[in-house]
Nanobody, 115 residues
Framework: QVQLVESGGGLVQPGGSLRLSCAVSGIIFSRYAMSWYRQAPGKRRDLVASITSGSDTNYADSVKGRFTISRDNAKNTVYLQMNSLKPEDTAVYLC?????????WGQGTQVTVSS
């Protein structure tokens, strides 16, 4: 059974930083690309960043230069380091893994950027 569990969200002031974690179990983690998405209330779910099994990365234009995705295959965990946070970064952040035709999602972690 594949499980993804996010952690690390919270309330932060504009300009602050947070690091999100997504722990994965039930699958050979190192073989799969991982992604972070976010969804604000009333808006669509958008891709934030992705990392391949070979650690190639890709970012949404809105977070380039501020966010960094990384992975630790020994810990079956993917991270999202978020710096210079803005109020518009406020959303539920979810990690995702695609295996063939199946997408697995975590439950999400809330990030709120507000003074």
């Amino acid at each position: 059974q594949v499980q993804l569990v996010e952690s690390g969200g919270g309330l932060v002031q504009p300009g602050g930083s947070l690091r999100l974690s997504c722990a994965v179990s039930g699958i050979i983690f190192s073989r799969y690309a991982m992604s972070w998405y976010r969804q604000a209330p009333g808006k669509r779910r958008d891709l934030v960043a992705s990392i391949t099994s070979g650690s190639d990365t890709n970012y949404a234009d809105s977070v380039k230069g501020r966010f960094t995705i990384s992975r630790d295959n020994a810990k079956n965990t993917v991270y999202l380091q978020m710096n210079s946070l803005k109020p518009e970064d406020t959303a539920v952040y979810l990690c995702a893994l695609r295996q063939g035709w199946t997408d697995y999602w975590g439950q999400g972690t809330q990030v709120t950027v507000s003074s």
